[in-house]
């Protein structure tokens, strides 16, 4: 398997954008995760999914972000309007069902909001 | 809620020398899983090592070991034979077995750890 793919690997924006971050987890992982890093806060879960359905949002600073999860094999985070203190690296995370698995990282979006 | 604090935010170490990074956390839960995740600079999050609080043998792979006290909620990561490879930020995590292992898992703010020529 490939692997937790996220695309794109860099993304520059203007202020007021929309910006829109994907996810493909790996096959049979039914969780999935995004997770936000900065250096101030350091790595934060946004929101999760499970089977599709999402879980827990509390993690989603504001409603400017929104995240879906339409297939088992496809996720979005969206940021509507973007704004500079949005810049970070967004992680996703996939994982088989159980809490004695372990969970796959994508290699991260790294978003610059100027 | 858990909380993880990693209070040594950067090491640095000689080639080939040992180093222990340190790792408290914070939680009413009994069984729970522990995790250390190494980020070189590729930003790559890699699983290092892990512990399931139940087992009281201290988990290792091969130059990587830890020293899991449960009572003191200390989760230390060991790493023998330091090699430059090892650079990189180290992530203590853990992860709760009440959403049976649904839900995410929570960060300490990390260690640089430097290892030196």
């Known amino acids: 398997d490939a692997g937790v793919i996220q695309s794109p690997r860099h993304e520059v924006t203007e202020m007021g954008q929309e910006v829109t971050l994907r996810c493909k987890p790996i096959?049979?992982?039914?969780?999935l995760f995004w997770y936000r890093q900065t250096m101030m806060r350091g790595l934060e879960l946004l929101i999760y999914f499970n089977n599709n359905v999402p879980i827990d949002d509390s993690g989603m600073p504001e409603d400017r972000f929104s995240a879906k999860m339409p297939n088992a094999s496809f996720s979005t985070l969206k940021i509507q309007p973007s704004e500079p203190r949005d810049s970070a690296v967004y992680f996703c995370a996939s994982k088989r069902q159980g809490y004695d698995t372990e969970a796959f990282f994508g290699q991260g979006t790294r978003l610059t909001v100027v | 809620a858990q909380t993880v604090t990693q209070s040594q935010p950067e090491m640095s170490v000689q080639e080939a020398e040992t180093v222990t990074l340190s790792c408290t956390y914070d939680?009413?839960?009994?069984?729970?899983?522990l995790f250390w995740y190494k980020q070189p600079p590729s930003r790559q999050m890699i699983l290092v090592i892990r512990?399931?609080?139940?087992?009281?043998q201290n988990a290792t792979e091969n130059r990587f070991s830890v020293n899991f006290q449960k009572a003191a909620k200390s989760f230390s990561l060991k790493i023998s034979d330091s090699q430059l490879g090892d650079t990189a930020m180290y992530f203590c995590?853990?992860?709760?077995?009440?959403?049976?292992?649904?839900?995410?898992?929570?960060f300490g703010k990390g260690t640089h750890l430097i290892i030196q020529p």
């Open positions: 096959s049979g992982h039914n969780s």
């Open positions: 995590a853990f992860q709760s077995s009440s959403g049976g292992g649904a839900d995410g898992l929570t």
């Open positions: 512990q399931e609080a139940y087992k009281q």
């Open positions: 939680t009413s839960e009994s069984n729970y899983y």
